[in-house]
């Protein structure tokens, strides 16, 4: 065999072993590449199931927020279901306590309205039970959520902002102000400035 025969020979087996070396590295790669192609597959996964997650809770929550609202606005709807009536039968019922108290012109007249009183105490007493309650006004401290001035009385007798007389009484129901009271309230009296006194001074010594 010549040498340039060998040498044919040697670069044969040198590219035979180049060529089974790529190969293998193929074949080592091949694995690798599926193996990073289901890590992809299984953190896209993983990231879907984060979302749908996150979506399923925000929805529950949303949900029990939705319940506990309309189990709030149910108990709200019970807790205050009388109040149109006894808002409307306030004034009639007021009324008829207000002229059952009132002196009576006669004895036959006076045993009438002791009949009358009965039954004006007994509607109270249903009101009430229901949740009407008189606020109380007179010789209290103003208060504007509750109470109305109709008139502001300057007094020495009592200290500032005092209710001295309820003009119409006002009512709660439950914990809502159902009508607020008609008062007047105390004012202090102005001091006079010293210089009018001084004048109506000199022209009563004139």
Not at 51 to 60: F, G, I, V
Not at 127 to 148: C, N, R, V, Y
Not at 186 to 201: F, I, L, Q, R, T
Request: glycine share 2%; with cysteine; charged share 35%.
């Amino acid at each position: 065999m010549s040498s340039e025969e060998a040498k044919l020979d040697e670069k044969v087996e040198t590219q035979k072993e180049d060529t089974i070396k790529k190969e293998e590295v193929k074949k080592d790669e091949a694995p690798k590449k599926e193996k990073n192609k289901y890590k992809e597959q299984i953190a896209s996964l993983e990231a879907e199931l984060a979302k749908s997650k996150d979506e399923y809770l925000r929805a529950l929550a949303e949900i029990q927020n939705t319940r506990k609202r309309l189990q709030e606005e149910h108990a709200r709807d019970r807790k205050y279901a009388s109040q149109k009536v006894v808002g409307e039968l306030i004034n009639p019922v007021d009324m008829l306590v207000k002229i059952v108290n009132a002196p009576a012109p006669s004895k036959e007249i006076e045993n009438y309205l002791i009949g009358f009183q009965m039954i004006a105490n007994q509607l109270v007493g249903v009101l009430e039970a229901e949740g009407l309650k008189e606020i109380k006004a007179l010789d209290e401290e103003f208060d504007p959520a509750s109470m109305q001035a109709m008139a502001v009385i300057e007094t020495s007798d009592v200290k500032p902002n005092m209710v001295v007389e309820v003009m119409q009484a006002g009512y709660m129901y439950k914990d809502r102000v159902l009508r607020p009271a008609m008062v007047k309230v105390s004012k202090a009296v102005e001091a006079k400035n010293e210089n009018e006194c001084e004048n109506k001074g000199e022209d009563n010594n004139e």
